[in-house]
């Protein structure tokens, strides 16, 4: 993952899991007939895997196949004015041994979306990227076209 940019830092792997644990919403990207999609989630990080709970459907069969999957969570660090964005990929499994189970019903995950979600699934890494950039300042993208008033969209 080279990059010419000497503003944009790679991070190391024990800075991208300490931002991790510092969100619980990521885009978990899975590939399904062939197609790659998308889906918000929220996470909790647990000793070095991410854990997430969904209900039975295309998320959940699709992360469950052999293919791999990833994760991405990004963030913003307003006093520096620095963006960072972290990558995971590996395989998701279902946790299923009821010793796994009891310890997993108690990790702060709290789906936004009301329901029955029975499928506690890990995602272990076998790939942690991350990187941190300054963000640019808007003024750098006005051009004189910026403040013209366009006419309403129809």
Request: charged share 25%.
């Amino acid at each position: 993952m080279g990059n010419d940019d000497p503003n944009v830092k790679e991070l190391p792997v024990n800075e991208c899991w300490a931002l991790l644990r510092t969100h619980e919403i990521g885009r978990l990207a899975v590939c399904v007939d062939g197609h790659p999609e998308i889906f918000p989630l929220n996470y909790t990080v647990d000793h070095g895997t991410i854990v997430f709970r969904s209900a039975r459907g295309t998320k959940v069969a699709a992360a469950l196949s052999d293919a791999l999957v990833a994760l991405e969570v990004d963030g913003y660090i307003a006093e520096s004015h620095e963006a960072w964005s972290v990558v995971i990929k590996g395989r998701a499994e279902g946790i299923r041994e009821i010793g796994d189970l009891m310890d997993t019903v108690d990790l702060p995950l709290f789906p936004w979306q009301p329901g029955t979600k029975d499928f506690f699934i890990r995602l272990v890494p076998t790939s942690v990227t991350g990187r941190r950039f300054p963000v640019a300042d808007p003024d750098t993208w006005r051009t004189p076209f910026s403040n013209v008033r366009r006419s309403p969209p129809e």
